[in-house]
């Protein structure tokens, strides 16, 4: 079984946080996480099936490391690869923002190849626009976390979601095989 790469990037631990909580589910015997900060192009293309973890900075802006591989993630060939993508953001302090980052990122891997997976529902969200939706569907093109305004329901969208993306990855066991924590 080849495993999932999960890249994350973090300047304040949160994305960080949540990468190593959703590799806690999976399975870290199914996951390899890695910061995008310490990353090529090279390893990004090892692995078919893919976890994206990015938070949205500010007005809309990308994180800082994943600002760095922009560049990069532009070059990379997403044709015949599955990918997941998670976002934070604070769906109050920046609710004309909420999730940008995450929506850039996804309009990226999208125009070169990616199959998407694990949609997330804008239901319990409360927010005046984002890039991340998908409009007129209720849906963000990941799951969306918002550790400023919504931390204690943290843990039951990260149970739902890698229960979710464990069926859309046709992970051995389905989402019978994540583990559900109360972290």
Known sequence: ????????????????GVAQRIAARLGEDRVEVHDIADVTQL?????????????TWD????????????EDVQEIDFTGKTVALFGLGDQFGYGDYFLDAMGMLHDVIVANGATIIGLWSTA????DASKAEITGQNLFVGLAIDEDQQEEMTAARLNEWCRQIAEEFGLEGGADSVAVLED
Do not use: V
């Open 43 to 55: 390893e990004i293309a090892e692995y078919e099936q893919l976890i994206f973890g990015i938070p």
């Open 124 to 127: 319990g969200y409360e927010f």
């Open 1 to 16: 079984m080849s495993k999932i790469g999960l890249f994350y990037g973090s300047d304040e631990g949160n994305t960080e």
């Open 59 to 70: 007005f809309g802006q990308i994180q800082s490391d994943w600002e760095d591989f922009w």
